[in-house]
């Protein structure tokens, strides 16, 4: 037992640990330092004919370069770095209201950017008038008596005193009867309203929406998926039916009314309403039924979600590249020898703008302390009079304003088109690196994996072949979480049994 | 009626833990391999290859995913990329060795694979979970990268393609071009034909022999380790189940099936590709997806998966021709996306064990059919 | 195993006393944790806590919630690695060691939450109890992969014989009718009473148990105690539980150590703890005015 207590109390790793800043931070540096002149020995004695072209003569153009030619490179990373960082706020503010990490966030930019270029560029030269409307509009008439069959039923006749219990077939019927009146009312009015009706993707997107959320509830009524505990209670189903429906129809009668170019200043708002009535789409649809998942089932379900909305977005709009145009300055300016983009410029403004307005809103209004105690503890917040669907709806709402402001950017920088939302995939490694839940990581994170990439790019691509900006950033990122697993701003998770 | 299990006792654990213990199913087993062997000569539509071959790639690939997602719960977005690995280390040792035998080298092919699946597995020392799938995801960029930029993976022609070279099996030419020189075109369409018939034969055999093997892995202590890991990773390190070497395994054999899924996919479905076109982000997508509408952690499932995606585009296609429509070839790619993103929410939701699931409980319902309690 | 059965069924009784403890020999020490204190961040969990445990002995770990019980029993199983302070093992001294390796060293444990695998059958469940038993090093594992994938020789011959020890198990903790049932399905008494299986499975030395009858009610008290009481009589397993019914922890604990706020307020017998002021103090929260 002696010998027990002459153990050294803490190891070298703890007595690391232990120290008090800033002297921790120096004694890191120096540490990294000394394992960097280590790998650049291992590097150089196995390799050393690659000690030129890879430790040598990037920093020898680095030199040649100074300055102006090297900080244009570097500000370029900033300016990228600051659009990464606007894709990953969005994410961002996802994961911490709903632990959920949004694969779908690339997609939601590519989509916003979609809505707005097409709303923007519409000029459908729509069908000669038809008078189908007519026919639809008896469908939703017939729809309309089976919902009233339903609720004759239900509510029993005069003599009962308690309605009868819905049975199978009273939901069935009413199921049916909702989907025949939206199915039909919506093509109706559109038909009637646009003086043609709309293009057919839209129509089979529109019916088959329908249709399958009808099919899911006919499906729960009759019992088919015996276990399928996951859907909603049957007396959602025209809630949901409805929402969906409103929702494309929304879209339907913006299609099918405006025939001339639409102006920004009308579009734009179009957009944000789009992308909310997406927020509560999603929302009903998809999250509402994963609370309490585990997290790599919500990851997966974004994939999916990822998957339904690029599909939709080409749908309507086509997959053809699109050059998005929202009058942000073209020009370049020259400081100092520097040329400077006034559209990367006036992007890194915005997104500065958008950034401190989130930061602000989150930090000092009620719903962002409302948010705040969601991403703390879901069922403390719940017990505390938060609505989590609300915040969801709310949540994700800005995240699809956030991604039409990245959309707008990238957009007007590359064209609309669906590389955009690989692009929008480099947000994961900045995530990883700033942290799942901090806003200032993503920020941070963003800057880092531009600048890095860029520079990388510039002066260590020709070294490998170049093109390295394709997986640079996810290397970077995975070599720093081996350090540090939960990134820059994370938080320490201690796990508990 | 027919499906029941009374009456079969089992009288040793060997016997109880039997990959089929109900007598029917080894029957409908049994039957339906000797189909799809026969299946081949019965076939006449020529989509034995487009189809059936392409099928069967995807299966053995979706079983390797399902072993480290579905098993192992850890998520891989680099399977395409782990094919490639396979895919090119056979264009290799072909070119090196010219005698060896094709089936030595898909099955060779396969520890390339293995070995760069180690080295991205490496991270989940430190990282989880989400993390982890990003750090895949660096595996999928990093080698499709690669696949392009290190012309000795080529052995440095200007192309950047890979092609198969003509080898034999038991006197039968299995792989390469076909040559056809100073034959008629009826004369090719036979020749031809053997050929695509025993590409058929070797994936099948391979695949059967896979699945087995996967099977026979998951069952035992190993899969148990694998599981273990998944529901809850650290009770399973308190129970003596060491984590890292657990998912290193996992990640050895799943790329090694992936591997020999790239190289199938490369020797007997394609003949000749480019890496960095034949194995992108979203076909790795695509795996994740039949696994994740198969059925995680279902060896079956993973061939419902694989026959559900790999149909679902003919299909698309094929039957508005049946009815008499016609939809626009890109239409019919939007639709795809927008229906696998749909199920794949839907699975999610309602049914996260997938077909595989759907399956069982029919299965379930048919053991007690017509007497439902 | 009646007369423990009996002892656990008339807990609420007040002369009740270690119901074994007269004729039980009790071996060396097992295991001693000396001097330990555990931080995080700035919250201290515990602080210079040292007590043994012999072989043999039924342990009961109590005291008010966050006092620091569910933390000792993960430093003493190497999940979280206390700042100071040691533990002897089987004559070995150490800080800290990795989970798998004291799981190996015979150290078993169940938990608070029921920590199973959910997707699994109970048989696999108690089948992964089995690991630490299994031959350990990466040629072994390696070549497994080769044999398990042929299901023959070896690999089966290792598969049956688990089978075989995990059927005892099942027997013993009468589960025969739940073992193909996967145990996310099953009721959270039965749970525990797996989740004990998967520990039995391990052939431990020590047994850890953590909170093993929160949430039961009195018949699966009983059940669990005489659980509880028999792995100790016949597989002559130590036993370190916590709990927060003191009727059981009366009962069928050899000896008592009360924590809180991290600290150690008192360890003996169960009547010395009973009578200990400042236990009776820590419970009815006294003197922390």
């Keep these: ?497 | 009626m027919l499906y029941r299990e009374s009456g079969q006792f089992k009288t040793s654990y060997a016997a109880d833990q039997a990959i089929f213990p109900i007598l029917q199913d080894k029957v409908i087993v049994w039957g339906f391999i000797v189909l799809v062997f026969l299946f081949p000569f019965f076939e006449t539509t020529g989509d034995l290859k487009s189809l059936w071959i392409l099928l069967m790639v995807n299966a053995m690939a979706a079983l390797g995913l399902n072993i480290l997602t579905g098993y192992c719960g850890q998520v891989s977005l680099g399977t395409a990329g782990f094919m490639g690995c396979g895919a090119f280390a056979a264009f290799k040792l072909a070119s090196e060795f010219p005698e060896l035998n094709i089936i030595i080298v898909v099955l060779l092919s396969g520890l390339a694979s293995a070995a760069i699946g180690i080295l991205f597995g490496l991270p989940s020392l430190r990282i989880k979970g989400l993390y982890l799938a990003v750090a895949t995801l660096a595996a999928q960029f990093f080698l499709t990268w690669s696949f392009i930029k290190i012309p000795w993976l080529y052995n440095h022609n200007t192309s950047g393609t890979i092609t198969a070279p003509p080898r034999t099996l038991f006197g039968q030419q299995v792989t390469g071009p076909i040559p056809g020189r100073g034959l008629s075109a009826a004369e090719l369409d036979v020749i031809k034909r053997d050929v695509v018939i025993s590409q058929y034969m070797i994936c099948l055999v391979l695949l059967i022999v896979f699945a087995l093997i996967a099977k026979n892995l998951v069952r035992g202590r190993l899969g148990r380790s694998w599981m273990a890991i998944r529901d809850m990773d650290i009770a399973a390190e308190l129970i003596g189940i060491r984590p890292l070497r657990t998912k290193l395994l996992a990640f050895a054999v799943s790329s090694y099936y992936c591997g020999v899924a790239g190289s199938m996919l490369f020797l007997f479905y394609l003949g000749s590709l480019e890496g960095g076109e034949a194995f992108s982000i979203n076909d790795s997508f695509l795996y994740l997806f039949m696994v994740i509408i198969g059925g995680l952690g279902s060896i079956a499932g993973s061939f419902m998966g694989a026959a559900f995606i790999t149909l679902l585009p003919i299909l698309l296609i094929r039957v508005p021709g049946w009815l008499g429509l016609t939809i626009h070839v890109e239409t019919v790619t939007h639709l795809q996306f927008m229906i696998l993103g749909a199920l794949i929410l839907f699975f999610l939701i309602a049914e996260p064990n997938g077909l595989a699931r759907l399956w069982q409980i029919a299965k379930e319902k048919l053991r007690l059919w017509p007497f439902p309690h | 195993m009646d007369e423990a059965a009996a002892t656990a069924e008339d807990h609420t009784d007040d002369k009740a006393g270690p119901a074994t403890g007269e004729d039980k020999r009790l071996g060396d020490i097992l295991l001693k944790v000396d001097n330990i204190s555990l931080s995080f961040g700035g919250v201290q969990a515990i602080s210079e806590v040292s007590f043994d445990i012999r072989e043999h002995e039924i342990l009961a770990i109590i005291g008010p919630n966050g006092a620091g019980k569910t933390s000792m029993l993960n430093v003493i199983n190497g999940f979280y690695h206390p700042q100071l302070g040691t533990i002897t093992y089987k004559g070995k001294t150490r800080r800290q060691m990795k989970p798998h390796a004291a799981a190996r060293q015979g150290i078993a444990r169940t938990f608070q939450n029921v920590a199973l695998f959910r997707g699994m059958t109970t048989l696999d469940n108690i089948m992964t109890g089995r690991v630490p038993r299994l031959p350990d090093n990466l040629f072994s594992d390696i070549a497994n992969i080769f044999l398990q994938a042929v299901w023959l020789g070896p690999a089966k011959k290792s598969e049956m014989e688990q089978r075989a020890f995990v059927e005892r198990i099942i027997d013993f903790l009468e589960i025969q009718a739940i073992r193909r049932v996967p145990v996310g399905r099953l009721p959270y008494g039965l749970q525990k009473r797996v989740e004990l299986g998967r520990a039995l499975a391990m052939e431990p030395d020590l047994l850890l148990l953590d909170e093993p009858m929160a949430g039961m009610n009195l018949e699966e008290k009983e059940d669990m105690s005489r659980f509880i009481l028999d792995v100790n009589d016949e597989f002559g397993t130590t036993i370190a539980l916590i709990e927060h019914d003191m009727g059981v922890v009366m009962d069928i604990s050899d000896r008592v150590v009360v924590l809180n706020y991290g600290r150690k307020i008192a360890d003996g017998t169960p009547e010395q703890v009973q009578s200990n002021p400042e236990v009776v103090d820590a419970y009815l929260g006294v003197g922390h005015g």
């Excluded at chain 1, 004919?49 to 900033?78: C, H, M, N, Q, R």
């Excluded at chain 1, 979600?305 to 699109?322: P, Q, T, Y």
């Design chain 1, 1 to 497: 037992m002696e010998k027990a207590l002459a153990l050294p109390d803490t190891g070298f790793a703890d007595r690391l640990r232990g120290l008090k800043q800033p002297y921790k931070t120096f004694v890191y540096i120096a540490l990294t330092l000394i394992v960097l002149a280590a790998i650049r020995w291992v590097f150089a004695t196995l390799f050393p004919e690659s000690v030129y072209p890879f430790l040598t003569e990037p920093f020898e153009k680095i030199y040649a370069d100074w300055p102006s030619f090297f900080f244009e490179v570097v500000i370029s990373g900033v300016l990228t770095g600051v659009m990464y960082a606007l894709v990953a706020l969005g994410f961002v503010l996802i994961f911490k209201a709903s632990g959920m990490f949004n694969f779908a966030q690339g997609i939601m930019v590519l989509f916003a950017a979609l809505m707005l270029v097409g709303l923007m560029g519409m000029e459908l030269k729509l069908a000669a008038a038809s008078t189908l409307w007519f026919v639809y509009l008896v469908f939703a008439a017939v729809g309309l008596v089976l919902l009233g069959l339903y609720f004759a039923r239900t509510r029993g006749g005069p003599t009962d005193e308690k309605p009868a219990a819905p049975s199978r077939w009273t939901q069935t019927l009413r199921i049916v009867g909702y989907a025949l009146f939206y199915w039909g009312a919506g093509l109706g009015v559109i038909y009637l309203l646009s003086d043609g009706g709309p293009s057919l993707g839209w129509a089979v997107i529109y019916q088959a929406a329908i249709v399958i959320a009808a099919a899911i509830y006919l499906l729960k009524t009759w019992g088919v998926f015996g276990v399928a505990g996951g859907l909603p209670s049957i007396s959602e189903a025209g809630r949901v039916i409805l929402s969906v429906t409103l929702f494309i129809g929304v879209v339907l009668v913006l299609v099918g009314l405006w025939t001339t170019k639409m102006p920004t200043l009308i579009a734009l708002p179009l957009t944000v309403i789009v992308m909310i009535a997406l927020a509560r789409v999603v929302e009903a649809l998809v999250l509402r039924h994963l609370v309490n998942q585990h997290e790599i089932i919500l990851f997966m379900a974004t994939i999916g979600l990822a998957f339904f909305l690029e599909g939709f977005g080409e749908m309507m709009w086509g997959g053809n590249v699109r050059k998005l145009d929202v009058g942000l300055p073209q020009g370049h300016w020259e400081v100092g020898g520097m040329l400077l983009q006034q559209f990367e410029i006036a992007a890194a403004v915005i997104g500065a703008v958008m950034v401190a307005f989130l930061a602000f809103f989150f930090q000092k209004t009620k719903i962002g302390r409302a948010l705040r105690a969601v991403a703390d503890d879901h069922q403390a917040a719940l017990s505390v009079g938060i609505s989590l669907r609300t915040i969801w709806i709310f949540v994700w709402s800005t995240a699809g304003i956030v991604a039409l402001v990245a959309g707008i950017v990238w957009g007007g920088k590359s064209g609309v088109q669906f590389s955009l939302s690989l692009i929008a995939l480099k947000a994961l490694p900045v995530l990883i690196l700033g942290g799942l839940t901090s806003i200032p990581g993503a920020i941070v994170g963003g800057l880092i994996i531009g600048v890095g990439e860029k520079v990388a790019e510039v002066y260590w691509g020709p070294a490998v072949g170049g093109a390295i900006e394709n997986w640079f950033a996810y290397v970077l990122a995975l070599t720093f979480l081996l350090f540090r697993p939960q990134g820059l701003f994370g938080e320490r998770i201690i796990e508990r049994v």
